[in-house]
Every structure is written in structure tokens, then in C-alpha cells.
């Protein structure tokens, strides 16, 4: 039995893994997959796939690229969700901001240095034409830590995953003043270098499996159900996001790698651009 350690957030994205899981699909092909729930995001993954606490991880395309360009001995093996990522740009509900004009030059909560919701910081600074030199960052861990930071003041504003996020909304905690959509496909699966190494076949096999459960997922009987349950979602808002998502089973095209990184390198997000190659 070969064991494997693989992350990811515990976000809906991420349900075909558990069914997967439920069903020992992975043991049925000699496969002790060990899957950790990471509510810090990506930040926290790439650290642990540096440190060797994880094999794989599920994980945002710009915070891999990101730390495989720093130096993080990991490779994209494939596209896990191919359709954009919906960042909501969230406020307190009380709070005095009506626009997003506003927000220049306030504090926005971050879950970790590296993680998406910094990076999309940038991106969104960027397309609102204001200095992203300027941007100043809380770390507040997870969307716990955001709720705190936005509710007594020491951030202004959160960037998370709208329909995740929505629920705060609904309960009138957040108010969100946009979206702002990732100009890329939004996750990735990661392989540590050294596994692709030593354990090539198993990873085959592995995406293998994962690629069938994604490739029917939306056909899975009563799937809208299970998914508002699981992670506390209205039936009508999973049914929507569920139009917008679209899961991959292809490897990346490193054309688009090297467009990524064009666009990370303008944000000074990275300072150097890798051949596609290096990357996958």
C-alpha cells in the first residue's frame, strides 16, 4: 500500500476527493491517500509541501507558481478546476465603505503571506489603478480571523471565495462591495518533486481516479443536496456555482504558464520568470 498526504481548503471544490475517499476508491488501487483539511489556503500548503508534511496538494495556480518560482521543489501535474475563481471583496457590514474606490489605501486581512487572498489583493489593486507598493496586509489565519479583523477594525476589507463566503453575507456579518475573478484557471494539483520521483505510477493511478469522480461529478444523484449540507450553503447558491465551475482533467498548457507569469512578474508578485518547463 503506498501512503500519499495531499491538502487542500475544505471549500466545495474539493467534495469529489471526499466521495472518493468515502467510497475507497484510492485503497481499492493500493492507495493509502491521507487527505488534511488547510482552512490557512495556500500559503500554509506550499509550506508544507516544502517542509514535506504533504505530497500533493490542491491548490491555487498563482500561489504554486508563485512559491515553484521561490524555490518550493514541487510541480503542477495537472488543471484541477479550469473555470475563474470568484473572489468576493468583503467589508464589516457596519463598516462606512460603499465602493471599492474606497478601500484604496486601507488594510486588507490576509490569510498568509503567499496565500491567494494576497495575491488577489494585487490583482485587484491592479485593476483598480491604484499603487499596489501600497498595499498594507493583516494576517488574520482564516476566514475566522477575518471575521474578527473586519468586525473590530484592524482590517478594512477580505477577499475570499464568493459562494464560501456568502453565508457571512446572508447573516449580514460581511457586506460585499464586488467581485473580482481570477484572470486564470483557479486550482492546480501539486506534486512534490521527489514523489513524482518515487512514486510516478501511483500518481497516475491517483489522477486517474480523481479525473473519473470530476469528470461526472455534476451528474451525481441529489450532488446539489449534499454540497449545500455539507458546507452550509442555500440550495439556489450551490446550484449556481455549480453553472460556473467547471473541473479540468487536462495537464496545463504551458503557453498559459508563461502568460501567468507575465502577469504575477507585472504585480512584482514574482521577480523572475521560469520556462514553463521547470514548472510541470
Known amino acids: 500500500m503506498t501512503s500519499l498526504k495531499i491538502v487542500g481548503v475544505p471549500e466545495h471544490f474539493n467534495l469529489p476527493w471526499h466521495i472518493c475517499l468515502e467510497k475507497g476508491e484510492f485503497k481499492k488501487e493500493n492507495i493509502d491517500l491521507q487527505w488534511t483539511d488547510v482552512p490557512e489556503g495556500t500559503g500554509k500548503m506550499c509550506q508544507m509541501?516544502?517542509?514535506g508534511s504533504a505530497d500533493i496538494a490542491v491548490i491555487l495556480t498563482e500561489g504554486i507558481l508563485k512559491d515553484i518560482v521561490n524555490g518550493n521543489p514541487s510541480k503542477i501535474v495537472q488543471v484541477y478546476v479550469k473555470s475563474s475563481l470568484i473572489w468576493g471583496i468583503h467589508v464589516a457590514a457596519q463598516s462606512n465603505y460603499?465602493?471599492?474606490a474606497d478601500l484604496e489605501n486601507t488594510k486588507v486581512?490576509?490569510?498568509r503571506l503567499g496565500s491567494g487572498s494576497q495575491l488577489m489583493a494585487y490583482v485587484n489593486a491592479k485593476n483598480q489603478g491604484w499603487n499596489t507598493n501600497e498595499l498594507q496586509f493583516e494576517i488574520v489565519n482564516t476566514i475566522d480571523g477575518a471575521v474578527t479583523a473586519l468586525t473590530e477594525g484592524t482590517a478594512d476589507y477580505f477577499m475570499w471565495e464568493h459562494f464560501m463566503t456568502k453565508p457571512l453575507v446572508d447573516n449580514g456579518i460581511f457586506r460585499r462591495l464586488a467581485d473580482s475573478p481570477t484572470p486564470w484557471p483557479c486550482f492546480v494539483i501539486a506534486v512534490r518533486e521527489e514523489i513524482l520521483a518515487t512514486q510516478p505510477e501511483a500518481i497516475a493511478t491517483l489522477l486517474d481516479i480523481i479525473n473519473a469522480k470530476t469528470r461526472d461529478f455534476k451528474a451525481i444523484p441529489n450532488i446539489?443536496?449534499?454540497?449545500?449540507?455539507?458546507y452550509h450553503q442555500k440550495i439556489e447558491d450551490i446550484n449556481e456555482w455549480l453553472t460556473l465551475t467547471e473541473w479540468s482533467q487536462e495537464k496545463i498548457d504551458l503557453a498559459l504558464l508563461d502568460q501567468i507569469q507575465k502577469q504575477l512578474l507585472e504585480l512584482h508578485i514574482?521577480?523572475?520568470i521560469l520556462p514553463a518547463a521547470r514548472l510541470v
Open 49 to 51: 509541501l516544502r517542509d
Open 98 to 100: 460603499q465602493t471599492l
Open 109 to 111: 486581512a490576509i490569510s
Open 224 to 230: 446539489s443536496d449534499r454540497l449545500a449540507t455539507t
Open 270 to 272: 514574482i521577480d523572475t
